[in-house]
């Protein structure tokens, strides 16, 4: 009896000293990232490489966000909103250099290759408790898309798709939005992802996908040929991009005032207003 | 002894408050219980539909498979097919397939491409291969006597199978059958990746926007206060029957 005892015992108190010391190794890890909080200088940046501003976006980049995989030129949302935060930032436009990363693995702890990365990503907590991210630079209406023939196509205000079959994709803000807002008159049917969504609007099964408007470009301009977006609702926004940066970087501070200084000068309203409703031609749903 | 010292020891566990949080949470029951009601009809609905098609189907396919005139090879052969492939494919694929793919690949127009529609033929068709070898096993399990004893007072095979073979054999398989049932029951969520919500996707939105698991708790209580009632009735519609058979008290 007692020696079969002794091994479970000892196996528990192992792991009661392995819990302890993890949690000791977890509270040094808090105080290095303290001493800095001395104020930055934010006309004289710190950039990773010193006098040229370093930004990073996805391999490729799409429209509207990118045109022409090319952000040097300026063309498209977020490479316009770059530009524009460089410029706040003090840097001219040949003082901007470009590097590409892939989307999952910047979300990550750690030093970066870039001073900020922008490639839509959301903001979340989980996400922040990690990265580094700025104000938002874009908050994400819902929008409405299909098939050209559908009968959602014309759709000018909320009312006219109350009487629609809408598909949405589960775990989405999309769902929440067309259950509380839309509120259609036929079930709504969700999908496990918008693959399942697709084959749903083959099969005639719904009439139009709801989902937030960066979503909806993606898949009309990329993934299924024949679809179109109807309209992004006004009113509707939910996710809010934002700035992608490592952990505790002193930067995240400038970058915040330069968007907070576009946005008070009306500059962000009229990138977005260029790039996200007029070159994307989604007209406005009335809600 | 046991579930009186779970019932005392489980709350007395360091994690227990977190677990009720996440798992028990009376509010989040309380505001989610009566919309995972309203789904659930719509899995009733499917389940009373699909069942009795299920029985008819497999019972057709059981008898074209023990068909023993060599006149009926096709029809037997086309049964050995039917079960092979339905039983193969996994549910989950035969609905993807057919609840997409036939009202798209032959353009139905509404109602007639409805995803609970062509959801439930899916089901159907996938549960009546598995049911189908049970009713075989019952009808293989009637003793040749019996059909030797029905031919010698001049009975056809139609009418020996009709009122003697068939009511023997489903007196012995009511425990599979009943597992078919119940799992039928369950299988059902399966249709809700076609579009409609039923309850256990209603679960999962509820999880979602609440971040806690308590709606999958709640769906998991209605489904029990659906299959415990029905596994009791079989087990008084089998203790009845062997009652009224003259079964014995000896073990």
Known sequence: MRRSLLTPLAAVGLLAGGTLFAACGGDDDGDAGDGDDASVDCDNPPTVSDGVLTIATGEPAFPPYVIDDDPTNKQGFEAAVAYAVAGELGFSDDQVTWVRTGFDEVIAPGG????????????????????????????????????????AAGASSVEDLKALRIGVARGTTSLTYVEDVIDPDQDIFVYD???????????????????????????????????????????????????????????TECVDQAIAALDDSGELDAITQEWMSD?????VISS | ??????????????????????????????????????????????????????????????????????ALFPLKAFAVAFTDVFRG???????????????TGLSLPRPWNSPLLWGSVALTLSYSAYVAEIIRGGIDGVHESQRAAARSIGMTSGQTMRSIVLP????????????????????????????????????????????????????????????????????????????????????
Request: net charge negative; aromatic share 10%.
């Open chain 1, 112 to 151: 970066k290759n870039f001073d900020f990365n922008l490639q839509q990503y959301t903001i979340t907590d989980e996400r922040a408790e990690v990265v580094d991210f700025s104000a938002p630079y874009y908050t994400a209406a819902q929008a409405v898309f299909g098939y050209e023939d559908s009968p």
């Open chain 1, 193 to 251: 992802d918008n693959a399942d969504a697709k084959a749903a609007l083959d099969a005639d099964q719904i009439d139009a996908i709801v989902s937030d408007l960066p979503t909806a470009l993606y898949i009309t301009a990329v993934e299924i040929e024949g679809t179109t977006v109807f309209g992004q609702i006004e009113g509707s926004g939910t996710d809010e991009f934002g700035l992608l940066l490592a952990k505790d970087n002193p930067l």
């Open chain 2, 1 to 70: 002894m046991v579930v009186v010292a779970l019932l005392i020891i489980v709350p007395r566990l360091p994690g227990w408050e977190s677990v009720q949080r996440s798992f028990f949470n009376g509010e989040i029951f309380a505001t989610t219980f009566p919309k995972l009601l309203s789904a659930f009809v719509l899995d009733l609905k499917i389940l009373a539909w699909t069942t009795p098609a299920v029985l008819a189907l497999s019972l057709l396919v059981a008898l074209a498979r023990g068909a023993r005139s060599p």
């Open chain 1, 279 to 283: 070159w994307t031609e989604a007209p």
């Open chain 2, 89 to 103: 494919i996994p549910t989950i694929l035969v609905i993807t397939l057919i609840g997409f793919g036939v009202p």
């Open chain 2, 168 to 251: 023997l054999a489903f007196r012995g398989i009511v425990p599979p059958m009943m597992n078919s049932f119940i799992s039928l029951q369950k299988d059902v969520a399966l249709i809700s990746l076609l579009g409609p919500v039923e309850v256990l996707r209603r679960a999962g939105i509820e999880q979602s926007r609440f971040f806690n698991f308590t709606p999958y708790v709640g769906a998991a209580v209605i489904f029990l206060a659906v299959t415990i009632p029905a596994t009791r009735a079989a087990d008084w519609l089998m203790a009845r029957q062997r009652r009224r058979t003259g079964g014995t008290l000896i073990t």
